[in-house]
């Protein structure tokens, strides 16, 4: 019954922005950690951003911090992920990920979220 569903991927110059968007039915954000994970062809899917519930506060992969920002608008019920000043390395498929809880760093882990979306493509050019 839970279905996440992520949308605003495409192709964009480096130093370009994207607003990736996962949408979510069955589940409802606000009670729930959100992550977003990446995965490049040939590479292991790795951690981007979440949003932690046991916290409430947002956590960061180094090589997105301070150029990338999760948000969640409880009234859309829609989990964000604003990608500024993207690099060719950012390349790859981006997946939005929710869980009802993340205790310790379980949320830095792709094992560690019950629920996916099927992915949306980010190709950055240099």
């Known amino acids: 019954q839970v279905q996440l569903v992520e949308s605003g991927g495409g192709l964009v110059q480096a130093g370009g922005s994207l607003r990736l968007s996962c949408a979510a039915s069955?589940?409802?954000?606000?009670?729930?950690?959100t992550g977003w994970f990446r995965q490049a062809p040939g590479k292991e899917r790795e951690f981007v951003a979440a949003?932690?519930?046991?916290?409430?506060?947002?956590a960061y992969a180094d090589s997105v911090k301070g150029r990338f920002s999760i948000s969640r608008d409880n009234v859309k019920n829609i989990v964000n992920l604003q990608m500024n000043s993207l690099k060719p390395e950012d390349t790859a498929v981006y997946y939005c990920?929710?869980?009802?809880?993340?205790?310790?760093?379980?949320?830095?882990?792709?094992?560690?979220?019950?629920?996916w979306g099927q992915g949306t493509q980010v190709t950055v050019s240099s």
């Open positions: 990920a929710a869980d009802r809880s993340c205790p310790g760093g379980v949320y830095l882990r792709a094992d560690g979220y019950d629920y």
């Open positions: 069955g589940l409802t954000f606000a009670r729930f950690c």
């Open positions: 949003i932690i519930q046991s916290a409430g506060r947002m």
